[in-house]
């Protein structure tokens, strides 16, 4: 599987089947602490970086097993919301499952009405907030213009 990962363990969500829906590094961030390491392509455009129907397809295939999951999140190597067909993918899980959906986000689209209205579906969202100074968000976050 290219675009699902896990299940894996959290502590804050259980057993997590983690959902990458950007490529390495495609993020509206470029934080200094970011685990996966810099960002390779600083943005804020939507799009559909990865195939929505191959991610469609992966959990359809890996679904049907009837994993013992608590969530199926959106995570992995760059900022989830800057998937364009976030909201078509919430709405497919939710009208075919019964697994809870969480969000890791840094935040920084949540002020869109397109995002907000892809996200209104989601169980939890667990957003960052590093800091509510901009000069040090400027220089901790260094987010896209």
């Not at 992966?58 to 760059?78: A, H």
């Not at 075919?96 to 892809?118: F, G, M, W």
Request: aromatic share 10%.
């Amino acid at each position: 599987m290219k675009y699902i990962f896990g299940p894996v363990f959290s502590r804050r969500l259980g057993l997590s089947l983690g959902v990458d829906l950007v490529p390495h590094k495609v993020c509206s961030m470029d934080c200094l602490y970011c685990e996966v390491g810099k960002t390779t392509e600083k943005t804020l455009k939507r799009a559909e970086y990865v195939p929505f129907d191959i991610v469609k397809a992966e959990l359809e295939e890996f679904l049907s097993y009837k994993p013992d999951i608590d969530y199926i999140t959106f995570s992995g190597y760059g900022e989830p919301t800057l998937f364009s067909k976030l909201g078509k993918l919430v709405d497919f899980i939710k009208e075919n499952y019964e697994v809870p959906i969480a969000l890791l986000t840094n935040s920084s689209l949540l002020h869109r009405e397109d995002v907000l209205k892809d996200v209104e579906r989601i169980d939890l969202i667990l957003p960052s907030l590093d800091t509510v100074n901009q000069s040090t968000l400027k220089k901790l976050n260094r987010p896209a213009k």
